[in-house]
């Protein structure tokens, strides 16, 4: 099988995001943003690179206003990283190295606790 970015919205949260075994990369987008369009290669790239460890999700913030309420989302494109369901780290680098060193960092941290 192979890794995908899986849409989420308010109906599949909670089996997609919040009932996960394994921590969720939440991608807030929108059709309409530039930014979130050239993000998304990066985290298609990165998709593979984590299956088993991270799942990837992707939340339209126009179809689910709710979710993007719930992370506190002011602009887009807004990555968090979750674990069942709840913020442990919010994203800034948009880059492939460096969003990588982040997921590889928190990944290490979170195998510790």
């Known amino acids: 099988m192979t890794a995908q970015i899986t849409p989420v919205s308010d109906a599949n949260f909670e089996a997609e995001v919040a009932r996960s075994e394994v921590p969720v990369l939440i991608d807030?987008?929108?059709?309409?943003c530039g930014p979130c369009?050239?993000?998304?290669?990066?985290?298609?790239?990165?998709?593979?690179?984590y299956e088993g460890s991270l799942k990837i999700v992707k939340v339209?913030?126009?179809e689910c206003p709710a979710l993007a309420e719930k992370f506190s989302?002011?602009?887009?494109?807004?990555l968090v990283l979750t674990r069942h369901g709840e913020t442990v780290l919010t994203?800034?680098?948009?880059?492939?190295?460096?969003?990588?060193?982040?997921?590889?960092?928190?990944?290490?941290?979170d195998g510790e606790a």
């Open 28 to 32: 807030f987008w929108a059709p309409w």
């Open 37 to 49: 369009m050239a993000l998304l290669p990066t985290l298609q790239a990165l998709a593979p690179v």
């Open 60 to 62: 339209n913030i126009d």
């Open 73 to 78: 989302v002011q602009g887009i494109p807004y």
């Open 91 to 109: 994203l800034h680098d948009r880059s492939r190295t460096r969003l990588a060193s982040e997921i590889d960092a928190f990944l290490d941290q």
